[in-house]
Structures are given as C-alpha cells and as structure tokens.
C-alpha cells in the first residue's frame, strides 16, 4: 500500500516561530503537494513538486515555502507563522501522469498558532 | 478557472440513502473523484468516474456524471452510521499535471 506519512499529527506553535512539516511517501512518486484545509472552503493547494528541487506555487502560497531535496520528502516551511496559518494541513503524493490521477494523502497535521 | 462546488451538510437516517452532489466547471475534466474523510484522519479515495462514463456503480455507491449539466452526484445505498465523514468531489485541474482541485466538502451526518 502506499504510505505517505506526515511527522507530526498536532503541534502548536508561537506567532513569529518558524515551522517546519515534513511528509514521505514510500511509492516513488513524482508528484507530492501540500493543501491546506479550513472548514467550508474545503482543500486548498499551497505548493506543488513535480520533480526533485523542482516546486510550483498553488493557489495560496503566500507566507509559505517548501523544499524537495530527495524525491520522497516534500517539506513545508512557514517562516514566521501567524495565527491565520492556523489550520490542518494535508500532504499527498501520486505517480506520474497516469493511471486515474489519484492523490494519495498522509492523516494531516493540525497546526495551532498563539 | 476551474471551480468544484458542494453543498456543506447532509443529515439522513441510518437505513435511508444519501445523495450528495457536486458541480463542475471544466469540461475537460478526465477523471471524476469522490474522496471520503473520516474524523481526525487524511482523504481516501472513494470512488471515480471517468468522463466518458454516465454511471458506475460500486456495491453500496452509485456514481452519476451528468457531462451537460457538469454535475456529479455520489448515492451512498443503506446509509450506516460507519458512512459518517466528510466527502470531497475533485476534478483536475489541467491535464497532465497531477493537480486537483477540490469541493468544500459535505459533512454526512448518519443518524441512528
């Protein structure tokens, strides 16, 4: 089965702080991303990696960075976090343009800002 | 640009069927998804659709793509009270690019 696993499920940081949320997926896959969740407006897509070093702004990208060293690890990065990034984040990787387009998604990581 | 649009909540009786929709705004849309969350836990796949289909049906799940309308409906048969989640509709965003975008989510509440 294909597992991507996000390294923290809860944590809370201090407005200003610097947050790292790190994901690995075990399938080879190409493609990982990171989404946002917030309650009634559903998932939205922050950043996305096609490729080793290689990433894409999503829809939301401000206050936000990512890095993609080595294919199986996409991190996000929130260099000084605000009480508005407040919310659960979801990762997800897929293979390369084939098959159904499936994303393949770890449990999340619900982040508090004080 | 594309936009995937649901309704928030759905409440049924266990037993009852449940019918959530979906609509859409690209009509180059491949693959259809319906994801499903469970409390505290990330997205599943539930069930696809591929745009040259109308139904697909699969045991308890009927999927129905209606392509004039872009509406896409999921019908959860003999709703139990384990169907309780949030149920995401997605589309791609372009083709080719593993990108999906998302519908708000619809909560189904399953009462005993």
């Known amino acids: 089965d294909v597992k991507v696993t996000q390294s923290s499920r809860y944590l809370v940081k201090r407005t200003g702080e610097k947050v790292f949320l790190e994901c690995v997926q075990d399938?080879?896959?190409?493609?990982m991303f990171w989404y946002r969740q917030d309650p009634g407006l559903g998932l939205r897509l922050i950043y996305f990696?096609?490729?080793?070093?290689?990433?894409e702004k999503g829809d939301i990208p401000e206050g936000y960075s990512v890095s993609r060293e080595k294919k199986e690890r996409f991190s996000l990065i929130l260099e000084s976090a605000s009480t508005n990034q407040t919310s659960m984040y979801l990762c997800?990787?897929?293979?390369?343009?084939?098959?159904?387009?499936?994303?393949?998604f770890g449990e999340g990581s619900r982040l508090t800002v004080l | 640009g594309e936009d995937v649009e649901q309704s928030l909540f759905l409440s049924v009786r266990e037993g009852d069927s449940s019918v959530i929709n979906c609509t859409y705004t690209?009509?180059?849309?491949?693959?259809l998804y319906w994801y499903k969350q469970e409390p505290g836990a990330g997205l599943q796949l539930l069930t696809y659709?591929?745009?040259?289909?109308d139904m697909k049906q699969d045991q308890r799940l009927t999927v129905l793509l209606n392509k004039k309308d872009k509406h896409l409906s999921l019908r959860i048969a003999d709703t139990q009270t384990g169907d309780s989640a949030i149920y995401f509709c997605?589309?791609?965003?372009?083709?080719?690019?593993?990108?999906?975008?998302f519908g708000q989510g619809t909560t189904l509440q399953v009462k005993p």
């Open positions: 690209d009509s180059s849309s491949t693959y």
């Open positions: 399938m080879d896959h190409e493609n």
């Open positions: 990696s096609y490729d080793v070093k290689m990433k």
């Open positions: 659709i591929f745009s040259n289909m």
């Open positions: 997605a589309a791609p965003r372009t083709s080719n690019t593993g990108k999906l975008i």
């Open positions: 997800a990787s897929s293979p390369e343009s084939r098959g159904t387009g499936e994303l393949f």
